[in-house]
């Protein structure tokens, strides 16, 4: 029996982690200005004061592109040819303007004039300024936008970007370009330069970009140990900026919304190495993003920063070998293929969802700026003050013609959603509200929300799924009522098949009352919430939804799972999932546990035991100074008596085994048919140093002659 385990760990190389990646599309077309005059407040009756009154008014702007069968674009329209109605109600268009930009290809305003070029000992930091009323500034002007995201780059690749940014300066930017400046370097997004003209402005800015100002290299890793820089897009850094992803499409969608204070059309030409998707955990924040744009006016244009790649089919120098034996398999290979267009999908997403287009596998970088350029010619501002000023926030459809006379084809956005106060919301109001975000396509990511779903079978033919939602305690309000403080929380989830169909859901509001001192930690810790439901093997989609019930913000997360029938595993040892934890903790605790009552799954629910809650680590991000808890449970079907297993677990930084436990044996077990062995460690990981590793969990059947693999990637803070 020693002898064929031993064999069976020489031969198998360490589980690399899969990862999955999705290039997403949404189209929510919603946008709405607003603007309120305060006239006054009622006086006093016999008061001397005027009587005066508070009105507010709505501001709709729409851009449309009106262009000929040929495309070309007609001009010479006035406002008296366009009909505008709101939901079939006719609207009076109060603002009208048409926006000429021709291009001259190669034309540089500079001309022969020396250029005056300074490096800056420090960059400073500006703001988009916005349009004040009566300020033809940017009339007949080209609004674009240069992002550099150096996070998302090496240094060849940032030197790449800049230069061609310095060369479009200098021999395509016409007199109709005005630029502006923004980067990313894993803080706040800074605004190098406001919209300008001012050539020499601009290359002095590059040029100081270019000889390392700031570049982002001086940062250290972004984990969960990294402060809270209390940026606009910032996630909860103790735990949840672990998802490096959401935060850099978070700084995108802080980029999008500065540059919606301006009516104009905006293009956001983004430069970066790619952007991968991990797995499903950044599609919320990639439709956050992409509909942060289309609200702001904004469209994305990616530049793949890496050009035209050449790649090893191993990986280049600077790539270990993968050592394993998809080397000789083609696997390897393949994953390094597919690793470079999934970091693309994301920029084809990001442009085609925004009305622009992703420059990928071009060496001339500049090319990308001028697509961006040479896409926005002609169009029309128009705008008007809705009739419908009731804050009902329903979805309001604009529809736009031109005069029967005249045929073209226009281009514009469909409508908006209107604004509504929450604290004007009644009972009915906030129920459809949940029900509304939770029928909508798109995500909502007003609160920060990660997820956690399992799977323990309970028959041959159901499985209990154990689901924990966790989010940051900083984001969500407190309130004073009766002496105590407490948080109120909305939950709505639903659950649906492979057809779409809703096989379960839950309804929640939670009360959590808080005592003085978890009222101090709450800024500081986050909320789980846990709920569980019985389901049969198959593929399934879970949308979850949370509302602050006193602010009325709203976070969803939805994601796809899979529970497979263990009853055909044949080949392995049957093994539910496997829960990552560094807290047990009481039933009661509020802070932890956010579900109201007795728990409604504790008899089926196996994280539950004595009294004391396993608490997966939903981001998998440990403390050295805690214990990290394994559990998980093997399935022996068919068995007349329980057959023992051996277990282990075993930690890799790379390809190399930083830490292991001793094998255990597992020989106790239910005596139901599935014969259900409970697995479980407790690990110690004070000597081991601050980094990512990837957790593998080993189970084996050495009677059977059988084995199990687990594995996922963890990160380790003091």
Same mark, same amino acid.
């Given at each position: ?24 599309? %949404? %189209? ?77 290809? +190669? ?11 300074? @490096?800056? !000992? ?25 992002? =550099? ?22 021999? #395509? ?44 290299? *001086?940062?250290?890793? *972004? ?9 606009? =897009? ?25 540059? +919606? ?32 744009? @289309? ?27 993968? +050592? ?5 398999? &083609? ?13 693309? *999908? ?6 085609? !969802? ?13 090319? &990308? ?157 986050? @909320? ?34 899979? @529970? ?18 560094? #807290? ?14 007795? *728990? ?36 022996? #079907? ?55 590793? !990837? %957790? ?23």
């Amino acid at each position: 029996m020693r002898n064929w385990w031993q064999s069976i760990l020489v031969g198998q190389p360490m589980l690399a982690a899969g990862r999955l990646s999705a290039g997403l599309s %949404c %189209c929510l077309l919603a946008a709405v200005a607003l603007q309120a005059q305060q006239i006054g407040q009622n006086a006093q009756p016999g008061s001397s004061a005027t009587p005066t009154f508070t009105t507010s008014t709505q501001l709709v702007v729409e851009s449309v592109v009106v262009t000929d069968k040929k495309g070309s674009p007609i001009e010479g329209l006035t406002a008296k040819d366009f009909t505008v109605t709101e939901n079939g109600a006719p609207q009076e268009i109060r603002f009208f303007d048409h926006e000429n930009l021709p291009l001259t290809p +190669g034309a540089a305003p500079a001309g022969s004039e020396p250029e005056h070029i300074h @490096i800056y !000992d420090k960059l400073g930091r500006t703001k988009i300024s916005p349009e004040t009323p009566g300020n033809t500034r940017y009339k007949d002007r080209r609004l674009m936008a240069l992002y =550099f995201d150096m996070t998302a780059m090496p240094p060849g690749d940032q030197l790449r970007s800049l230069a061609a940014a310095e060369k479009f300066i200098r021999t #395509q930017m016409t007199p109709a370009d005005l630029m502006a400046i923004l980067r990313y370097t894993g803080g706040a997004v800074d605004v190098l330069q406001d919209f300008t003209a001012d050539h020499d402005r601009l290359l002095s800015i590059i040029q100081t970009m270019i000889v390392g100002e700031g570049q982002g290299l *001086d940062y250290s890793t *972004d984990d969960a140990s990294s402060a809270d820089t209390g940026a606009a =897009f910032g996630q909860d850094d103790s735990e949840f900026n672990i998802f490096n992803t959401d935060r850099q499409l978070s700084a995108l969608q802080t980029a999008a919304n500065m540059l +919606g204070q301006l009516s104009e059309k905006k293009s956001l030409i983004y430069f970066a190495s790619g952007l991968r998707l991990n797995g499903l955990n950044n599609q919320a924040q990639l439709h956050a993003t992409i509909n942060a744009a @289309i609200r702001a006016g904004v469209s994305f244009w990616p530049i793949d920063a890496r050009g035209l790649v050449a790649q090893a089919p191993l990986g280049d120098a600077t790539t270990g070998s993968p +050592g394993n034996i998809g080397m000789y398999s &083609g696997a390897a290979a393949l994953a390094v293929t597919s690793n470079l267009q999934q970091s693309q *999908d994301t920029l084809y997403a990001l442009a085609s !969802d925004t009305g622009g287009k992703a420059l990928l596998d071009y060496n001339d970088l500049s090319k &990308g700026i001028l697509q961006a350029e040479q896409s926005v010619s002609s169009y029309y501002i128009i705008g008007y003050y809705t009739t419908n000023t009731a804050p009902d926030g329903k979805f309001r459809r604009i529809k736009i013609s031109l005069n029967p006379d005249l045929a073209a084809n226009l281009d514009y956005r469909q409508g908006y959603f209107a604004g509504k106060q929450f604290g004007k919301f009644t009972a009915a109001d906030k129920e459809r509200q949940l029900e509304d975000a939770l029928m909508l396509p798109d995500p909502i990511t007003e609160l920060t929300i990660a997820m956690e779903v399992d799977y323990f079978q309970l028959n041959r033919a159901e499985y209990f799924v154990p689901v924990v939602v966790k989010i940051p305690g900083r984001e969500l309000a407190l309130a004073k009522k009766g002496g105590a403080e407490r948080t109120l929380i909305d939950f709505v989830g639903e659950i649906k098949d492979n057809y779409g169909t809703t096989i379960t859901n839950v309804r929640d509001k939670v009360d959590v009352r808080l005592s003085d001192a978890t009222a101090l930690e709450l800024a500081k810790r986050p @909320i789980e919430y846990d709920a569980g439901f019985t389901l049969l093997p198959g593929k399934y989609t879970i949308k979850f939804l949370a509302r602050d019930a006193e602010t009325g913000r709203i976070g969803t997360y939805q994601t796809s799972f899979l @529970i497979p029938n263990l009853n055909k595993e044949e080949k392995r040892v049957p093994i539910s999932s496997v829960v990552l934890s560094s #807290q047990r903790v009481d039933l009661k605790d509020a802070l932890y546990n956010a579900v109201k009552g007795k *728990d409604r799954s504790e008899t089926a629910n196996p994280l539950v035991r004595e009294g004391q809650k396993l608490i997966p680590s939903v981001t998998r991000v440990f403390s050295r100074g805690r214990d990290m808890y394994v559990y998980l449970q093997a399935y022996e #079907q068919g068995a007349a008596t329980v057959q023992p297993l051996i277990a282990f677990v075993s930690l890799y930084a790379g390809q190399k085994k930083a830490f292991e436990t001793q094998p255990i044996e597992i020989t106790s077990g239910s005596n139901d048919r599935l014969k259900t062995m409970p697995i479980q460690f407790s690990m110690a990981l004070g000597e081991l140093p601050p980094g990512k590793y !990837d %957790c593998q969990v080993t189970v084996l059947d050495p009677t059977g002659q059988k084995a199990a693999f687990w594995q996922a990637p963890i990160v380790l803070v003091p």
